[in-house]
């Protein structure tokens, strides 16, 4: 496992999401130019990081759709994740959060509900008639722009993992160095390039951390796919 911070990168934080990427993509560089390797974005913010690692390693670029299960009255603070797996979702519920904060599960279900419907969503958007690009048997790295708890990128790998990649990569430019430590088990490398001490949030990493649009999204889809 590659956790923590790099110091080839030489900063404390960086300027937005496209120089995340190639920060990112430099730690990566040893999958550069391989057939078998396959970027897997998380919508919408983990897009622009992912479409710069894809295209400085001259891999495939799709999405992998997620969505973070935020506690009612504090959407911030995840309780579960959900993720999109061919026409299932595959669902990872936060514990400690439910448990300490004694969260009712009509409560749960009802924002489980609301997001697979945002997923749903962005699947049409996003996608459109375009199939999935094939799991099996790849090289599959997973980005997204920030890891704070973990809930999130933990449903990606886990709906990842069911299509039995070759090999599966986290990568993550900005994350809680706990949250990065705790996805070992279940990948074969995390790659977590700023893990600021004391850890608060994901946007400390970023000078300018402004949300991402579907049309950005969009934007670097067609990018990759004309290049």
Do not use: W
């Amino acid at each position: 496992m590659t956790c923590g911070v790099n110091l080839r990168i030489g900063r404390e934080r960086f300027a937005d999401r496209v120089e995340a990427g190639r920060a990112l993509a430099a730690l990566l560089d040893h999958y550069s130019r391989r057939d078998d390797v396959l970027v897997l974005a998380l919508p919408r913010g983990g897009v622009p990081v992912a479409a710069e690692v894809a295209d400085t390693l001259s891999a495939e670029l799709d999405l992998l759709l997620v969505r973070k299960l935020g506690v009612p009255g504090q959407p911030e603070l995840a309780m579960g994740a959900i993720a999109e797996v061919g026409d299932s979702v595959e669902v990872v519920t936060n514990d400690v959060v439910v448990s300490r904060l004694r969260i009712p599960q009509a409560d749960f279900d009802a924002v489980y509900r609301s997001e697979r419907e945002e997923l749903a969503r962005r699947s049409t958007i996003y996608r459109g008639d375009r199939p999935r690009v094939p799991i099996a048997g790849k090289i599959v790295i997973v980005v997204d722009d920030g890891l704070a708890t973990g809930s999130t990128m933990r449903a990606a790998l886990a709906a990842v993992r069911r299509h039995q990649p070759a090999e599966l990569i986290a990568a993550i430019p900005v994350g809680a160095a706990e949250s990065c430590q705790a996805l070992a088990g279940g990948v074969d490398h995390v790659v977590c390039a700023l893990t600021p001490t004391p850890f608060h949030a994901v946007r400390q990493g970023y000078r300018d951390f402004r949300q991402t649009s579907d049309a950005e999204v969009l934007a670097a889809l067609s990018r990759l796919r004309t290049r």
